[in-house]
């Protein structure tokens, strides 16, 4: 079964510029999430999708990132303009359930790596 | 706002040794997870404690869980090589949202 796969894999745009990254969660994974870590930082949460919806957003920093989840399938993270402390490691994330006691597993992608220069 | 704070985040010990990673918070939570990161790699969840007193073990490595305190530890038993990754607590606060320590970056020499 395939796991949750980020594309792309490594980006270098200049600042200002857009760069979109894509995240397929693992089939039937409801729940979808964006984390960055950026500059060695500790890994931070960005937003959680379930199905097509937002179920929380609180961790996007600012209006230049938009994150979509069309259909409930794949999301999408756009970051425009591109600034230079938006470099980081990008995680996507899925999991079939959330909350209550089943400790649900998180299952992460292999990061897509942003550098803006 | 949350902190969650691991330590150490360098830890160097030779094979053979035994060590353990601590990794606190500050606010309430009945879950805890540990990652362990190889590098360019994704996360690769370890353990998932649910309750207070919850320890579970899976090779080298026991994970416990101490809610009143606010604690987990990570405990490495005669380290070996391939267990050289970085390793992440995580807090679910809600739903799923997780908190992230710095993470430990472990290296186990001959």
């Known amino acids: 079964e395939a796991g949750v796969t980020q594309f792309p894999s490594h980006s270098v745009i200049e600042k200002g510029q857009t760069v979109t990254l894509r995240c397929d969660p693992i089939s039937g994974h409801d729940n979808l999430y964006w984390y960055r870590r950026v500059m060695g930082k500790e890994i931070k949460f960005l937003l959680h999708f379930v199905k097509e919806s937002k179920q929380d957003e609180s961790g996007m920093p600012n209006n230049r990132f938009l994150a979509e989840r069309t259909g409930g399938t794949y999301s999408t993270l756009k970051v425009q303009p591109a600034e230079l402390e938006d470099s980081g490691v990008y995680f996507c994330?899925?999991?079939?359930?959330?909350?209550?006691?089943?400790?649900?597993?998180?299952?992460f992608g292999e990061g897509s790596w942003l550098t803006v220069v | 706002e949350l902190k969650v704070e691991q330590n150490p985040l360098f830890l160097s010990m030779q094979e053979g040794k035994n060590y353990t990673i601590y990794c606190n918070y500050s606010t309430t939570s009945d879950r805890l997870y540990w990652y362990r990161q190889d590098p360019g790699k994704s996360l690769e969840s370890l353990f998932v404690l649910l309750s207070n007193g919850a320890v579970k073990q899976e090779g080298r490595l026991m994970a416990s869980l101490d809610t009143k305190a606010r604690l987990s530890t990570l405990h490495i038993t005669a380290a070996v090589h391939d267990l050289s990754a970085t390793y992440f607590c995580?807090?679910?606060?809600?739903?799923?949202?997780?908190?992230f320590g710095a993470g430990t970056r472990l290296t186990v020499k001959p």
């Open positions: 994330a899925s999991s079939q359930g959330y909350g209550g006691l089943s400790g649900n597993t998180i299952y």
């Open positions: 995580a807090v679910d606060i809600n739903n799923n949202d997780m908190r």
